[in-house]
């Protein structure tokens, strides 16, 4: 059912612990711990990872212009499928049995308010991807034809354009992780409007830069390596990942 009861918090009352640099490896550590704790349900929430890299690469393959978009549809679902993970986490954390059904369903019980995140997440996304088109409306005369080759698109002659459309992607990424680093997990966890996690996600990263852009640098850096071999070491990857980030979460806000 879905909470109603008015928040008392708000995104600048809550309390944050202060982080080292040593956090972020602990936070993974406890995502290896809690995949290997419910190793099915971690490999489907991989696979769902694993098929989203495929259908990303079949799209660039044939129609590049469309790979935009999509990527920015694939980086909104990344969060909510993580719901599924925090879920499992909650579980494993209160001594009880997870169960993939109920990972599923997680969403019901803060309906409106994940609703609501996933709407300004969209607006964002919605942006990155009109920046990037005009990005490439600036940078070529006509639509360029990637199609088949990434080697195509990392040719000398479009430095000018990986540069820019790297800077635009870094400011946009950059700031839907600002704001959404935890917020999910918080608004999984406690009664909170959708405001209120965001601000308090914006306020951990404003105030503890350095250790979140480690944080941010990890994940990136796995995420990457992970994509290399067909994107199946997203099937490890990415569920640790998403309990790693319910280990932040915990880790980050005083109860």
């Known amino acids: 059912m879905e909470e109603t009861d008015t928040p008392a918090e708000t995104g600048f009352s809550i309390e944050l612990r202060p982080l080292t640099f040593i956090d972020p490896l602990r936070w993974l550590a406890a995502g290896w711990r809690d995949f ?18 495929w259908c990303l690469l079949q799209v660039y393959q044939h ?33 009880e049995k997870p169960r993939l059904l109920d990972s599923m369903t997680a969403w ?24 990037a088109l005009v990005i490439f409306a600036v940078s070529f005369n006509g639509m360029p ?20 459309y ?15 680093v935890i917020s999910m997990p918080m608004l999984l966890d406690r009664k909170v409007d959708a ?15 350095a250790v979140m852009l480690f944080w941010g640098l990890l994940i990136s850096l796995l995420v990457l390596l992970a994509m290399l071999p067909g994107f199946a070491g997203l099937l490890i990857v990415g569920p640790v990942l998403g309990h790693a980030s319910w280990h932040a979460y915990r880790a980050a806000v005083v109860d």
Not at 109 to 131: D, H, K, P, T, Y
């Open 36 to 53: 290997r704790a419910a190793t099915g349900i971690g490999l489907f929430y991989g696979l769902c990872f694993m098929l989203m890299g």
């Open 63 to 95: 129609a590049p212009i469309y790979t935009l978009a999509l990527s920015a549809g694939f980086l909104l679902m990344g969060p909510f499928l993580c719901l599924g993970l925090y879920q499992v986490s909650i579980r494993l954390e209160a001594k």
């Open 108 to 131: 019901r019980r803060r309906l409106s308010q994940i609703a609501i995140f996933g709407g300004v997440l969209l607006i964002l996304e919605m942006l990155w991807g009109r920046v």
């Open 145 to 164: 034809d990637f199609a088949g080759s990434i080697a195509k698109l990392l040719d000398a002659k479009n430095l000018g354009f990986i540069a820019a």
């Open 166 to 180: 790297l800077a635009a992607g870094a400011v946009f990424a950059g700031l839907i992780f600002s704001v959404s």
């Open 195 to 209: 405001i209120t996690a965001g601000l308090t996600s914006l306020r951990l990263v404003l105030t503890q830069t």
